[in-house]
T-cell receptor, first 112, second 115 residues
Framework: AQKVTQAQTEISVVEKEDVTLDCVYE???????LFWYKQPPSGELVFLIR??????QNEISGRYSWNFQKSTSSFNFTITASQVVDSAVYFC?????????FGQGTRLTINP | EPEVTQTPSHQVTQMGQEVILRCVPI?????FYWYRQILGQKVEFLVS????????KSEIFDDQFSVERPDGSNFTLKIRSTKLEDSAMYFC?????????????FGAGSRLTVL
């Protein structure tokens, strides 16, 4: 199986710190899609971003930014000036064979 | 904003009982999915459904599981004889196209507890 690895199981930082969540994926495909989802304590899965493998441009959305490095098969997610509301489990996922393959998730705790 | 609706939000059942989890996908979506998340673990694909038939299923989706779109709006997951290890959060999702080019919209989940 082509895995998605999120090596950081848990991260805890103090509010206003920057934090980066790592994601490394395996794929044999030349075209693929990568995703990040947020799972807040309420349990739902909230879509954050989708990235096409042809588009290696980094993306910024407010305090969120994503660094896609095809050469290292990584798709890392940075939160700048973290806030308590950012506390959640974050999942990286890769699309393959019409399904999403998720990483194990990183539990992020932002302390006031 | 359109959303995927799941019922019940939480169901407790005895081992061996049948359970049906219901989902109302977004109305113009054509692809439907069930995913499962055992507590504290990653989200795992169970099955995808298109044009009234299963298009892909995982090894988890054995003969105890079935899916149906009975009336053109609901999408159901049935577990025939629940086991303790079926306790999990079950997420329904839908998309307009196949999951790569089109973002899946997930429901809020149905938590199943098997005693």
């Amino acid at each position: 199986a082509q895995k998605v690895t999120q090596a950081q199981t848990e991260i805890s930082v103090v509010e206003k710190e920057d934090v980066t969540l790592d994601c490394v994926y395996e794929t044999r495909d030349t075209t693929y899609y990568l995703f990040w989802y947020k799972q807040p304590p309420s349990g739902e899965l909230v879509f954050l971003i989708r990235r096409n493998s042809f588009d290696e441009q980094n993306e910024i959305s407010g305090r969120y930014s994503w660094n896609f490095q095809k050469s290292t098969s990584s798709f890392n997610f940075t939160i700048t000036a973290s806030q308590v509301v950012d506390s959640a489990v974050y999942f990286c996922a890769r699309e393959g064979a019409q399904k999403l393959v998720f990483g194990q998730g990183t539990r992020l705790t932002i302390n006031p | 904003e359109p959303e995927v609706t799941q019922t019940p939000s939480h169901q407790v059942t005895q081992m061996g009982q049948e359970v049906i989890l219901r989902c109302v996908p977004i109305s113009n979506h054509l692809y439907f999915y069930w995913y499962r998340q055992i507590l504290g673990q990653k989200v795992e694909f169970l099955v995808s459904f298109y044009n009234n038939e299963i298009s892909e299923k995982s090894e988890i989706f054995d003969d105890q599981f079935s899916v149906e779109r009975p009336d053109g709006s609901n999408f159901t997951l049935k577990i025939r004889s629940t086991k303790l290890e079926d306790s999990a959060m079950y997420f329904c999702a839908s998309s307009w196209g196949t999951s790569g080019a089109n973002v899946l919209t997930f429901g809020a989940g149905s938590r199943l507890t098997v005693l």
